[in-house]
Every structure is written in structure tokens, then in C-alpha cells.
């Protein structure tokens, strides 16, 4: 099914001409035989001379992949690297800006084969060709971190290590992310899903339409990543760290975000952090009590009782170590939850992960 829990009976009463590209589409299509020349093919709709694969089929559009539209925005594509058939994001950037040149710096052969970092690899970078102000930098396609759900206590575990981490090494490196939020924190879901997804409707297979199966995060293992220096700052290491201005960022709550008022960037992660910590996993499941502390220190009100990074992946470490595996292997239990609709869940997690396990083999 290629629109995962739309009402597809509502969609069909929706006038639209699946045929007609928007605008940012037809940017890309006007793009597609460069990006080839680099390597790089997009989607069959994106593609000149194009014909909807329906008009043959007689299918409705909705149940045809290139049926699928590109989501609005403008700047970004997915694409299939031509080497290797692998995902990617194209993003179109001004040539030399802030954020490609933190991006690659951040990706570069110095940094790159540190583990403490999670910054968004930067797989390929090339100009236009026929405007130089303008650079496209390819990226793994990447998933947001929470889809799909998390399962167990030991998957948050690692996700929080994970971005604690990469946020101390950022920190170390003189980058201030300044919005750490939920959508720029992403996570590589290539080995959760061996037979690929879609782009745009990622729930399903990449002819937009079967509904993929796939592993658990604890059966194969992830990696997060922090992507987005749109707004960042990188202070050298010979100079010295100073303060900014500004008040952009999605998370619209850091106490000291000000157009007029000097601030230190850094700390504005910390709170950041801390604040999807508490959103995204603390508020929705009831068995990670263990990330109260974490929350409290980093969503400090003032800048200057935050702990810096590195220090707070340390009292993270130390609290860590407390939790014991058998916690580790729980399953997450929403907030939510009644007595006995826990007790169901949990009588089919024990089920779900014989199978899962056993599958693992069968898979393989």
C-alpha cells in the first residue's frame, strides 16, 4: 500500500492531477541528466519525458509509485546512487556557506574515522553547472530517529549514548549546532531495512507500495546522526569561542535564544538536548525514569548552570552503568498504558521477540 494509513477512498474523491509536477519538482527534472553525469538518478517522475506509468496501466495514481510527489521542499531530493544503488539525499546549497562548510568539515578524512562523530557524512560534493554559487552535497538517506517506534529500555539507552556522544565531540570541535531538535536528529535505518524503502512513504518497500519488514534496532544495530548547520557556529581552534545573536531554531523554549541580547551557542545545545529527551522519550514511555536526571541538568534555566558536553555525556556514563541488563531487554510501556493493557503488551513482546530472534536466523 502505497500511502500507509491515508484513507484511500478520501483520496480518490480529492481532485489532483498526479501527472502535473510542482515547481521545486521540476527544478530537479530539469537537474536529472546532470546528476546522472555525476552519478546519481532520481525517481522515474522526476525524470524528462516522463509518462505516468497509469496512463499504461490503468491503475489509479495513488497506487502507482510515481504517482508519489516529491514533499515540499525545495532545496532537498532523494536519489539512487548509480555505483551501488544506494539511497541518497541531494541538497542544493549556496556555494561556500555556512552550512556545507561545517557539513564538510565535519566529514572530512580528520574527523571521519573518529566513532565519536555524528555528523551527517558528507558522501559527495560538487558544483552546478551552470551557476557556481550553487553546490549540491549528497547524504545517506536518512530516517527520523523514532521511526520506526523504538521497542526496548536498551534501544533508548543507546540512542541517548549515541547523541550525547556526538554532541560532546561537535563541542570539542568548536561547532555549536544552536538547533539540535527532533527533525535534525536522524538515524541511518539502511541495516534495519535490507530490501530498502521508500523515500517519501517510508513504511513501505521502494515500489511504494509492499509494506516492509523491518529488523529491530537491537537485532542490527544504528547509528544516529545530527544533520543541518544552517544556523551553526564554528569557532576555529586558534580563536577564541564568543558569543552570538539570534533567536532562530525550532526549539522556540531556550530561555536565552535574543536578536539583541549576546548569548553562548554552546549552551543552547545542552537545553536542546535535553528538551528532546524529554519529549520524544522521557513523557511518552513510563519505564525510563533513569532519564530524569539528565533532563533536569541539561534543561537548566540558566545558560551558565548547564554542564558543557563533555561533562554531561560523563554524568550520563556514570548513571548509565546503574541500569542493569535485565532493564536493558524491557520493552517500552507508553504512559498511557492501563494495568491490563500493559500486561497484554507484554505477554506479546515475549512472544514477538521469540519470533523476531528466531526470524533473525531465517533471515540470514
Given at each position: 500500500?502505497?500511502?500507509?494509513?491515508?484513507?484511500?477512498?478520501?483520496?480518490?474523491?480529492?481532485?489532483?492531477?498526479?501527472?502535473?509536477?510542482?515547481?521545486?519538482?521540476?527544478?530537479?527534472?530539469?537537474?536529472?541528466?546532470?546528476?546522472?553525469?555525476?552519478?546519481?538518478?532520481?525517481?522515474?517522475?522526476?525524470?524528462?519525458?516522463?509518462?505516468?506509468?497509469?496512463?499504461?496501466?490503468?491503475?489509479?495514481?495513488?497506487?502507482?509509485?510515481?504517482?508519489?510527489?516529491?514533499?515540499?521542499?525545495?532545496?532537498?531530493?532523494?536519489?539512487?546512487?548509480?555505483?551501488?544503488?544506494?539511497?541518497?539525499?541531494?541538497?542544493?546549497?549556496?556555494?561556500?556557506?555556512?552550512?556545507?562548510?561545517?557539513?564538510?568539515?565535519?566529514?572530512?578524512?580528520?574527523?571521519?574515522?573518529?566513532?565519536?562523530?555524528?555528523?551527517?557524512?558528507?558522501?559527495?560534493?560538487?558544483?552546478?553547472?551552470?551557476?557556481?554559487?550553487?553546490?549540491?552535497?549528497?547524504?545517506?538517506?536518512?530516517?527520523?530517529?523514532?521511526?520506526?517506534?523504538?521497542?526496548?529500555?536498551?534501544?533508548?539507552?543507546?540512542?541517548?549514548?549515541?547523541?550525547?556522544?556526538?554532541?560532546?565531540?561537535?563541542?570539542e570541535h568548536g561547532v555549536a549546532h544552536r538547533d539540535c531538535s527532533m527533525p535534525n536528529i536522524l538515524m541511518d535505518g539502511e541495516r534495519m531495512y535490507p530490501q530498502g524503502f521508500h523515500p517519501v512513504h517510508s513504511m513501505v518497500l521502494p515500489d511504494g507500495e509492499t509494506w516492509a519488514r523491518p529488523y529491530t534496532r537491537s537485532q542490527v544495530?544504528?547509528?544516529?546522526?545530527?544533520?543541518?548547520?544552517?544556523?551553526?557556529?564554528?569557532f576555529p581552534p586558534d580563536q577564541p569561542r564568543g558569543f552570538v545573536t539570534g533567536n532562530l531554531g525550532r526549539d522556540q523554549d531556550v530561555p536565552e535564544l535574543s536578536k539583541t541580547v549576546p548569548y553562548d551557542p554552546f549552551p543552547v545545545d545542552i537545553f536542546t538536548i535535553g528538551h528532546v529527551i524529554r519529549d520524544e522519550l522521557y513523557q511518552k514511555y513510563s519505564n525510563v525514569e533513569f532519564l530524569h536526571e539528565i533532563i533536569v541538568t541539561a534543561m537548566q534555566p540558566d545558560p551558565r548552570r548547564r554542564p558543557a558536553a563533555a561533562e554531561l555525556l560523563r554524568l550520563w556514563d556514570a548513571r548509565r552503568r546503574r541500569i542493569s541488563s535485565l532493564h536493558r531487554s524491557w520493552r517500552l510501556r507508553g504512559r498511557t498504558e492501563s494495568a491490563v493493557e500493559g500486561a497484554a503488551r507484554d505477554c506479546f513482546s515475549l512472544v514477538y521477540s521469540a519470533f523476531s530472534f528466531a526470524g533473525t536466523f531465517v533471515r540470514k
Open positions: 500500500m502505497s500511502t500507509n494509513s491515508l484513507d484511500i477512498d478520501a483520496l480518490l474523491e480529492r481532485p489532483h492531477d498526479y501527472g502535473k509536477l510542482y515547481d521545486s519538482e521540476a527544478r530537479w527534472r530539469d537537474k536529472q541528466h546532470f546528476l546522472q553525469s555525476k552519478g546519481y538518478m532520481l525517481r522515474p517522475r522526476l525524470r524528462p519525458n516522463w509518462t505516468p506509468s497509469w496512463l499504461r496501466s490503468g491503475k489509479h495514481p495513488i497506487e502507482c509509485e510515481d504517482g508519489i510527489s516529491l514533499p515540499a521542499r525545495g532545496n532537498l531530493v532523494d536519489a539512487t546512487r548509480m555505483s551501488d544503488n544506494k539511497l541518497v539525499y541531494i541538497k542544493r546549497v549556496r556555494s561556500g556557506d555556512q552550512e556545507s562548510t561545517i557539513a564538510y568539515l565535519l566529514s572530512s578524512d580528520r574527523f571521519r574515522m573518529d566513532s565519536r562523530n555524528h555528523s551527517v557524512p558528507i558522501l559527495d560534493m560538487f558544483v552546478d553547472d551552470e551557476d557556481p554559487g550553487i553546490s549540491y552535497m549528497v547524504m545517506p538517506f536518512l530516517r527520523y530517529f523514532n521511526s520506526p517506534d523504538f521497542q526496548t529500555v536498551g534501544e533508548i539507552i543507546d540512542f541517548v549514548d549515541q547523541i550525547l556522544e556526538g554532541l560532546a565531540f561537535m563541542h544495530g544504528v547509528r544516529y546522526y545530527f544533520v543541518d548547520y544552517g544556523i551553526s557556529s564554528y
